[in-house]
């Protein structure tokens, strides 16, 4: 059973238009929740994060929001650059002391920014 | 500084064999986490290591598992090899465990295992 999911396999945005990437989860004990970026041959590397407490975090270009009733997070990119072009994978995580951090992944959105 | 290493970046193995992957951290970080990452997927948790001892454990079966040396350094090792097990292997390091330290958990570039 998926508990994050990103249904978006894949999104293609005009440089510098707006890129939303979407994330649903299932789990209502995820608390905490972050967004990487994966370029091909390299590791994820982290991106944003949102606690939730908050609905709403901003970094530079990058805004996550976060509808704890909806159990759906964002992720908003603006504006889009070329060099953004890579896999989103959301991920999410709660306090268990029993299981590490174990992060759960979603499957990926591949975003494509067009020069 | 030296990201994290993870060797050797390939390999090909056939069923029923045994394979060892192994990870260097960051200097300094304590903590070595493992992901299996299948093709179109997203990574998937298998264990965590801190200082040493194992601090988590996904839900894979008993061929798999792990050690943490005392230079912080770990392996992965994967027993009777099944086709299912041909995936992409990310080893990832931070200096702490708590949930704030997976912002500066930083991720090595992977061992792509091939299982024929």
């Known amino acids: 059973d998926q508990q994050v999911k990103q249904n978006s396999p894949s999104l293609s945005v005009q440089e510098g238009r707006i890129s939303i990437l979407n994330c649903d989860y299932t789990n209502s004990m995820f608390d905490y929740f972050l967004w990487y970026k994966k370029y091909p041959a390299e590791g994820p590397t982290f991106l944003i994060s949102i606690s939730s407490i908050k609905d709403k975090n901003e970094d530079g270009r990058f805004t996550v929001f976060l509808n704890k009733s909806a159990k759906h997070l964002s992720l908003h990119i603006v504006p889009s650059q070329p060099g953004d072009s890579a896999v989103y994978f959301c991920a999410a995580l709660y306090e268990n002391n029993n299981a590490g951090n174990m992060l759960t992944f979603g499957g990926g959105t591949r975003l494509m920014v067009k020069p | 500084d030296a990201g994290v290493t993870q060797s050797p970046t390939h390999l090909i193995k056939t069923r029923g064999q045994q394979v060892t992957l192994r990870c260097s951290p960051i200097s300094g970080h304590k903590s070595v986490s493992w992901y299996q990452q299948v093709l179109g997927q997203g990574p998937q948790f298998i264990f965590q290591y801190y200082e040493k001892e194992e601090r988590g454990r996904g839900n894979f079966p008993d061929r798999f598992s792990a050690r943490q040396f005392p230079n912080y350094s770990s392996e992965l090792n994967v027993n009777a090899l099944l086709l299912g097990d041909s995936a992409l292997y990310l080893c990832?390091?931070?200096?702490?465990?708590?949930?704030?330290?997976?912002?500066?958990?930083?991720f090595g570039p992977g061992t792509r295992l091939l299982v024929l």
């Open positions: 990832a390091s931070s200096s702490r465990i708590s949930r704030h330290a997976m912002e500066t958990q930083y």
